[in-house]
Nanobody
Framework: QVQLVESGGGLVQPGGSLRLSCAASGSISEILDMGWYRQAPGKERELVARITSGDNTKYIDSVKGRFTISRDNAKNTVYLQMNSLKPGDTAVYYC??????????????WGQGTQVTVSS
């Protein structure tokens, strides 16, 4: 069993910054892709950023140049540095990890979500 625990959300003014963290723990053999998704009220969940085990990254167009995804493999942790935040970034942010467990079975795990609110 694998758990993803998120932290770092909160209330910030437009133009401000937040850093989200997501730590994976449990029966992990290898973590492949890790990423961040978000869901605003009344809207569908959307990809924000993803990072592979080789540090190849992908971002949704609206956050390019403002957000940076990174990972610390020794800590099984993925981060999302969010700068120049806009009201449109307001959402619940969920981390995601594609994980091989100790039996080499592949699973897709999700964090509990953390609220990011950008408002003046």
């Amino acid at each position: 069993q694998v758990q993803l625990v998120e932290s770092g959300g909160g209330l910030v003014q437009p133009g401000g910054s937040l850093r989200l963290s997501c730590a994976a723990s449990g029966s992990i053999s290898e973590i492949l892709d890790m990423g961040w998704y978000r869901q605003a009220p009344g809207k569908e969940r959307e990809l924000v950023a993803r990072i592979t085990s080789g540090d190849n990254t992908k971002y949704i167009d609206s956050v390019k140049g403002r957000f940076t995804i990174s990972r610390d493999n020794a800590k099984n942790t993925v981060y999302l540095q969010m700068n120049s935040l806009k009201p449109g970034d307001t959402a619940v942010y969920y981390c995601n990890a594609v994980v091989y467990d100790q039996t080499r079975s592949l699973f897709d795990y999700w964090g509990q979500g953390t609220q990011v609110t950008v408002s003046s």
